[in-house]
């Protein structure tokens, strides 16, 4: 049920929303507690005492999930929701003046910026897993001592192998019972809190700003550590709004206030009564909160659940943005698998799969534990957000036209404190800031080569166009034979004459009775409706221009696209009709405005992409391919 929904939900429907919330939405934000305090109290400036920085650690975790998540996500960002749908190319999409707007205009730097925040989230769907995970698996060195940390990271591999080989059976499978566990995660975070406040209320006095203002004022080198460890809190900020299409803005809201942000706070504050009690105690705080023997070893299998369902909300939203990317023109296409025919969202692609599954175990096996992994992944999440919030304000001005005066004190106010975040996480590149970032880059120049390339073909395939006229003048001559049958050319634009269809004349020296060009674009909005599916137009002398509209959430489907044009009175059979694609072959050594190392990488994606026939879900049997040799 998206959010834009006007069908009024029964109560259980409401509620089903709420707790799909927190399985999926929450997962890993819900899973910070079981590293961030620990790295917070290694971080503490030199001089504080234990109380002073116990108070202002929690003060700054508090007030940032009310600041970032409260304020910044759920009262502003998911305001910019496009048809119900969130995430960093919902932004891209509302930045569009007009139709195809950033295809005509090239890759602006606002383009470029939002594909950057996307590249980053790669970067998070890998480093997320690992140290969820991770930082589960390490509640077995609570349990016992004989656990090292070597086999720690060899128990949090083998789940992640598990966790990424089960994908392929889709997430309906092991939805259903997400929700639940986190419930009862998040019960057993604020029942844990609650005990260990309720022996030392003082931790309240927490919720007094000032005693983090009073931390801050330390040395800035010192500061900036800390800020690093507390960013921890608020990673998974960015799914709220990554996920806002699968359950509304209403109930996402309603699961933070009535059991997310209630459960962490206080287990936050527990964590910290637990430490002012126990000074001198290097376990980590939060394991620490449970008795030992069965109550702990409870909690450590609990949070393995839940670290699990973290890492599968961040590997669900990797398949989305790879659709997203690939309907938007940013990706190659890939192979997409549906695993449930009720809900479109839920989808497995097979390749990203393995990337992830490959990247995080190669993280975990390199850093090795959750104290080393931190900073790789502050970095990620910190800068994801800045440039939510930079995209965000952009929107507020070139599509909604709000005043400046008002828009400008909120978002310098959220990119303050993001900043501050990321400047904690940038002196620690060196230690494994780099690992997202390198992951980001990699994946930017993937994304933005192929956007190039495929502007560079299409000016070289459609450029010099013979128009319509020019086309029927062609099926009526006496030198073209016309054969019984109905020809389909998959074409790129909906003007203009597919250049396959001439090299067939050409080559042929014949034409199908019934010639349909077909073109398939993708719109700047997550679905379009049935009923605005598709346009036909005849040309004449047999020939039609048929149109294909889809969102970027939506995968074609051509088969069933030809039944509506048959349906159309379009007298082509789709059971028997020949499909033609273009095949490009890249040759380098062309005028094309891209360095060579694109050229060579373009070339590479293009060779290892998915066929078109493939894409579009045709039979095989009723496809020709015709080769076309492109110099870039």
């Known amino acids: 049920m998206s959010s834009h929904s006007t069908t009024p939900l029964k109560t259980s429907a409401q509620a089903g929303l709420c707790l799909g919330a927190l399985g999926v939405v929450f997962g890993d934000i819900g899973t910070s507690p079981l590293y961030t305090m620990k790295e917070c109290i290694v971080h503490l400036p030199e001089g504080v005492t234990l109380d002073a920085g116990v108070l202002g650690i929690?003060?700054?975790?508090?007030?940032?999930?009310?600041?970032?998540?409260?304020?910044?996500?759920?009262?502003?960002?998911?305001?910019?929701?496009?048809?119900?749908?969130?995430?960093?190319?919902?932004?891209?999409?509302?930045?569009?003046?007009?139709?195809?707007?950033?295809?005509?205009?090239?890759?602006?730097?606002?383009?470029?910026?939002?594909?950057?925040?996307?590249?980053?989230?790669?970067?998070?769907?890998?480093?997320?897993?690992?140290?969820?995970?991770?930082?589960?698996?390490?509640?077995?060195?609570?349990?016992?001592?004989?656990?090292?940390?070597?086999?720690?990271?060899?128990?949090?591999?083998?789940?992640?192998?598990?966790?990424?080989?089960?994908?392929?059976?889709?997430?309906?499978?092991?939805?259903?019972?997400?929700?639940?566990?986190?419930?009862?995660?998040?019960?057993?975070?604020?029942?844990?809190?609650?005990?260990?406040?309720?022996?030392?209320?003082?931790?309240?006095?927490?919720?007094?700003?000032?005693?983090?203002?009073?931390l801050l004022k330390h040395r800035p080198v010192e500061i900036s550590a800390l800020l690093g460890a507390v960013v921890l809190a608020i990673t998974g900020a960015e799914a709220l709004y990554a996920d806002m299409g699968h359950f509304g803005r209403k109930f996402i809201a309603l699961a933070w206030y009535g059991v997310a942000f209630p459960g962490l706070a206080l287990n936050y504050f527990g964590q910290g009564a637990y430490i002012l009690a126990h000074p001198g105690s290097t376990e980590n705080p939060f394991f620490a909160l449970a008795p030992q023997g069965l109550p702990r070893a409870?909690?450590?299998?609990?949070?393995?659940?839940?670290?699990?369902?973290?890492?599968?909300?961040?590997?669900?939203?990797?398949?989305?943005?790879?659709?997203?990317?690939?309907?938007?023109?940013?990706?190659?296409?890939?192979?997409?698998?549906?695993?449930?025919?009720?809900?479109?969202?839920?989808?497995?692609?097979?390749?990203?799969?393995?990337?992830?599954?490959?990247?995080?175990?190669?993280?975990?096996?390199?850093?090795?534990?959750?104290?080393?992994?931190?900073?790789?992944?502050?970095?990620?999440?910190?800068?994801?957000?800045?440039?939510?919030?930079?995209?965000?304000?952009?929107?507020?001005?070139?599509?909604?036209?709000?005043?400046?005066?008002?828009?400008?004190?909120?978002?310098?106010?959220?990119?303050?404190?993001?900043l501050a975040f990321f400047g904690s996480n940038a002196h620690k590149i060196a230690e494994g800031g780099w690992f997202p970032l390198a992951i980001g880059a990699g994946v930017l120049a993937i994304m933005h080569t192929w956007k190039l390339g495929r502007q560079e073909i299409f000016l070289r395939v459609y450029g010099n166009q013979v128009t319509e006229v020019e086309l029927t003048d062609i099926a009526r001559s006496k030198h073209i034979t016309r054969v019984n049958g109905a020809a389909v050319f998959m074409v790129g634009s909906p003007k203009g004459t597919p250049i396959a269809l001439l090299h067939h004349v050409k080559a042929n020296r014949c034409l199908h009775k019934v010639v349909v060009m077909l073109s398939i674009l993708t719109e700047e909005v997550p679905t379009v409706h049935e009923s605005e599916r598709l346009m036909t137009f005849e040309l004449g002398e047999g020939i039609w221009r048929a149109v294909g509209r889809y969102g970027y959430m939506q995968s074609p489907d051509v088969s069933a696209l030809m039944d509506e044009v048959h349906q159309r009175g379009v007298p082509v059979n789709p059971q028997t009709a020949i499909y033609f694609f273009n095949r490009e072959m890249i040759i380098n050594g062309g005028s094309a405005p891209m360095w060579e190392w694109e050229k060579a990488l373009y070339a590479l994606l293009s060779r290892n992409a998915r066929s078109a026939k493939d894409y579009y879900q045709i039979t095989p049997s009723q496809i020709i391919e015709i080769g076309l040799p492109v110099q870039l």
């Open 58 to 214: 929690l003060s700054l975790i508090f007030w940032s999930l009310m600041l970032v998540v409260s304020v910044k996500y759920l009262w502003y960002v998911m305001s910019a929701d496009n048809q119900g749908e969130g995430g960093i190319f919902a932004l891209l999409a509302l930045l569009s003046t007009g139709k195809d707007a950033h295809r005509k205009h090239g890759l602006g730097a606002a383009v470029i910026m939002i594909l950057i925040g996307a590249a980053l989230l790669y970067g998070d769907g890998i480093i997320t897993p690992a140290i969820s995970v991770l930082g589960a698996a390490e509640g077995f060195t609570a349990i016992s001592p004989r656990f090292t940390p070597a086999i720690v990271a060899w128990i949090a591999a083998v789940i992640l192998a598990g966790l990424f080989w089960f994908q392929h059976k889709g997430t309906k499978r092991i939805g259903g019972i997400f929700g639940p566990v986190m419930l009862v995660w998040f019960a057993a975070l604020a029942v844990l809190g609650v005990w260990h406040i309720s022996s030392n209320l003082s931790v309240l006095r927490a919720l007094d700003p000032r005693w983090g203002f009073a």
């Open 298 to 418: 409870l909690l450590t299998g609990l949070s393995i659940a839940a670290a699990v369902i973290a890492s599968q909300a961040l590997i669900s939203g990797a398949y989305s943005l790879t659709r997203q990317a690939i309907q938007l023109g940013y990706f190659p296409r890939l192979k997409i698998n549906h695993t449930n025919a009720e809900h479109s969202g839920q989808i497995y692609v097979p390749f990203v799969n393995w990337l992830l599954a490959i990247g995080s175990i190669f993280t975990v096996a390199l850093f090795g534990s959750t104290d080393r992994l931190a900073a790789a992944y502050g970095i990620a999440v910190t800068g994801t957000m800045a440039i939510t919030t930079v995209a965000y304000y952009l929107v507020t001005q070139k599509t909604w036209h709000h005043a400046r005066w008002l828009a400008v004190p909120i978002c310098v106010a959220f990119l303050a404190v993001d």
